[in-house]
């Protein structure tokens, strides 16, 4: 490089160091620590050292202490002071002389703890910061008297104890409005808001921020009594990002009831004067902050002002276990405790406080009996709802104390069968459901117990609607106001699926079907009868007045020829004595030939000198019919040969 290029680059940097004068302050170069840079305004009422580059402690103290204390900086008259990016562990003796200090940053060092007795002698500090740095307490005293302090930044550090009186009204912080202390390891908070927000108003709120912290604990151990004794604070405390498990924590750690926060709060164009913010994205919506959300006073303020913004917490079904985030006040009824104790396996028990009841989940686990304990209530109040529904397996309900603790009983879809033996509990239980089990019959019992339930659900069982069952109609007629369902018959298939409300006591026992084929029956055979005595009459009638029919209708219905096929010589025999031939006889057979029959007759056609028996005997065989001419003189002749025959 040559002269003249020296001669510029010199007048150059002292340009820039005017200009940097002129315009900033004076650079010192000479006092300024190793690998830092140094920044004094023209007053020297602000000094600036940044050592960005320095990595090492070694002297650094000691170099700021020469720096502070030099005749180029004059330390009775510096309100400003910055020492940042530094490897500092503590701070230098030299600062805590600085007593006309106003604003104070300590920003991204390596403080691992503030000094004691050294912040009091800043009577006229407004402005402190030391965030980023590895402090880890705030002891007692530590900022006693800073009447004048209004801004406090010590966020990002590793803070994680807090002295009782660092922040409480004996401090004499007098003055301080903003309180950084987010980014620490804080796991407990005592409740010293209260006296910081008695320096507030509602135009100028102290602000406290908390927020990521580890904070889950909230204790009192300053001793406060009430929130509110003759003072109402103004203050919005941000405590977002921490390991709050519930609202009711916070006033309960503190000792604090709800009704005293409450009338606290006081509201001005929309302004509230008390902010505590709470991320609700890792509170249960549960029993324990069911009385923080329930609280009319608290809702009239959220309504008044949305500063408060949504307490919101995680809704979560106990039976499905879906979550999802909501606003509390709206879902009151589903605020839930699981409850673990005696709660039978493998169901699930829960406590719900809106609607005072411990509801039990046993659906669909395949219960063979009912369990004989369940978690205890709360009080007497409290009462369970049971839901024991589709299990196969359940046959019977028996004998449990707890159902006269009872509200809700549903053992729908399962396979009760009988419930004689525990009618007499479960009566009383306001709303019983039995839907879809194997009922049949509603035993005697039923019908002399007193019943108080509310709702009822007997549909879908297989009912018996027989004579035997008839009181079952009158039965639930007694109780259709409470019926839920109808309830239909299974059997007999006369009365399936018609309603047993609508079905009266004569119908159970008289088949209407079966009445009208008996009725049918009796008047069919009532006609058949009828018909078959008029014609046995005819019949009767006909029979003794065949003659006269037969002679007046010529009507001869044995006028047949038997002997078709055979060999007759003749178609009569007619016998008669021969005392009637001349007279009768023989006018009888002319006439039965005119009519083209033949005909035997003896004097002509017996052969003479044989026997009159053989003759007889050959005449009745070759003839087709034997017709006797019957006399007195026929009787008296023939009668020795059918005496002699007889005895043969």
């Known amino acids: 490089m040559t002269s003249a290029t020296n001669v510029w680059f010199c007048l150059l940097l002292l340009s820039a160091q005017f200009a940097i004068e002129q315009a900033e ?160 390891n804080l796991t407990s908070l005592e409740p010293w808001f209260r006296d910081r927000g008695l320096v507030g108003k509602f135009s100028r709120r102290v602000m406290i921020d908390l927020r990521n912290n580890e904070i889950s604990k909230f204790t009192n151990k300053m001793g406060h009594s009430e929130i509110c004794d003759d003072e109402i604070p103004y203050a919005m405390i941000h405590l977002y990002g921490n390991n709050i498990h519930h609202y009711m924590d916070v006033w309960n750690g503190w000792q604090l009831r709800i009704s005293d926060v409450l009338s606290c709060y006081s509201i001005r164009n929309g302004t509230v004067n008390l902010l505590i913010a709470i991320d609700g994205r890792n509170i249960p919506c ?96 409290t009462k369970y709802q049971l839901d024991f529904s589709n299990n196969q397996f359940l046959r019977r309900l028996g004998h449990h104390a707890y159902f006269s603790n009872t509200s809700i009983l549903d053992v729908s879809n399962s396979g009760i069968a009988d419930i004689s033996d525990a009618w007499e509990e479960i009566a009383k239980i306001p709303d019983i459901n039995l ?92 006609t058949v009868s009828g018909v078959v005595v008029v014609l046995l009459s005819v019949v009767f009638i006909v029979y003794r007045l065949r003659v006269k029919l037969y002679t007046r209708w010529k009507f001869h219905p044995f006028d047949r020829d038997e002997c078709l096929g055979e060999d007759m010589d003749y178609d009569v025999f007619l016998s008669c004595s021969s005392d009637d031939n001349l007279s009768h006889g023989n006018g009888i057979r002319k006439q039965l030939e005119q009519r083209g029959y033949r005909v035997c007759y003896p004097p002509r056609d017996f052969l003479a000198g044989a026997p009159i028996s053989d003759n007889i005997c050959n005449a009745v065989v070759r003839s087709k019919r034997t017709v006797c001419l019957l006399t007195e003189h026929f009787l008296r002749r023939f009668k020795p040969l059918f005496v002699v025959h007889s005895s043969q």
Not at 457 to 473: G, H
Not at 490 to 508: C, D, Y
């Open 25 to 184: 302050g004076t650079i010192i170069w000479s006092q300024c620590p190793t690998n830092c840079s140094c920044i004094v305004n023209a007053a020297g009422t602000s000094l600036a050292v940044d050592c960005r580059g320095r990595t090492d402690v070694d002297h650094l103290p000691q170099q700021l202490d020469s720096l502070l204390l030099s005749s180029n900086v004059t330390h009775d008259r510096l309100t400003t002071l910055s020492i940042v990016n530094s490897p500092l562990m503590h701070i230098p003796g030299s600062v805590c002389q600085l007593t006309t200090l106003m604003h104070l940053n300590l920003t991204n060092n390596r403080l691992i703890q503030l000094p004691e007795n050294c912040f009091t002698n800043f009577s006229n500090l407004v402005w402190f910061s030391a965030t980023r740095n590895a402090i880890e307490t705030l002891q007692d005293g530590v900022f006693n008297g800073l009447r004048k302090l209004r801004y406090l930044d010590l966020s990002r550090n590793r803070i994680h104890y807090i002295g009782l009186s660092v922040f409480a009204t004996s401090s004499n912080l007098s003055s301080l409005c903003t309180i950084l202390l987010s980014d620490n």
């Open 435 to 526: 839907f879809g089990n194997k009922i049949t019959s509603l035993p005697p019992s039923f019908f002399s117990v007193n019943i108080t339930a509310k709702k009822l659900n007997f549909a879908n069982n297989p009912w018996d609607c027989s004579c035997k069952n008839k009181q079952m109609s009158g039965w639930f007629n007694s109780v259709k106001s409470r019926l839920r369902e109808k309830v239909l018959c299974h059997s007999p298939s006369r009365l399936r699926g018609k309603n047993i409300v609508q079905i009266s006591n004569a119908e159970f026992c008289v088949d209407p079907t079966a009445e009208a084929v008996k009725r049918v029956l009796i008047i069919t055979m009532s």
């Open 286 to 381: 549960d029993c324990v902050d069911y009385q923080f959300f329930n609280a009319p006073e608290f809702l009239r303020c959220y309504w008044t002002t949305k500063e408060l913004g949504a307490p919101d917490c995680i809704l979560t079904d106990p039976v499905t276990k879906k979550s999802k985030l909501v606003l509390g006040f709206n879902y009151l009824n589903l605020f839930v405790c699981e409850l673990t104790e005696r709660c039978p396996v493998p169901c699930i028990c829960a406590y719900r406080p809106h609607n005072a009841t411990v509801h039990v989940y046993c659906s669909n686990t395949n219960l063979s009996v009912l369990p004989s304990e369940l978690p205890e209530l709360p009080d007497s109040a």
